[in-house]
């Protein structure tokens, strides 16, 4: 069972675990600031990432559960979202190759975004 984080900032109990890792493990591999959208981060999980997961769970008194242990070792990759009202979601990918096609278009369409707001702003 993945375990639901109740109310609050994350969704998932390991979602918390995978953002502390991009906070504090050094910087993710991708990252954008959003004005309007707030923060992402691409994080590719090695094995470092994955160990300081663990031993994240493990000083908040934590245990995983074999099904989050199982996404842990299964996902390559994931895509963290903190949202402007500071909820954070997460997607995890199997593939790092997915999490990237999915980083690209994210980054397309706040590329799109910011264009749509230029041009907003000519107009004034």
């Not at 109740?6 to 906070?23: H, M, N, R, S, T």
């Not at 493990?25 to 004005?35: A, C, K, R, V």
Request: aromatic share 10%; proline share 2%.
């Amino acid at each position: 069972m993945i375990r639901s984080y109740g109310p609050g900032k994350f969704i998932k109990v390991i979602d918390e675990y995978a953002y502390e890792a991009c906070l504090n493990q050094g910087t993710p591999d991708e990252e954008i600031s959003h004005e309007g959208f707030g923060w992402f981060a691409l994080l590719i999980l090695d094995e470092s990432a994955r160990r300081f997961i663990r031993e994240f769970a493990e000083d908040e008194k934590d245990e995983l559960t074999s099904d989050e242990d199982g996404l842990l070792d299964d996902s390559e990759a994931l895509v963290l979202h903190e949202r402007s009202d500071g909820i954070v979601v997460v997607d995890w990918y199997d593939h790092a190759s997915e999490a990237h096609a999915a980083w690209k278009e994210l980054e397309e369409e706040l590329a799109d975004d910011e264009d749509e707001d230029e041009d907003d702003e000519g107009d004034e």
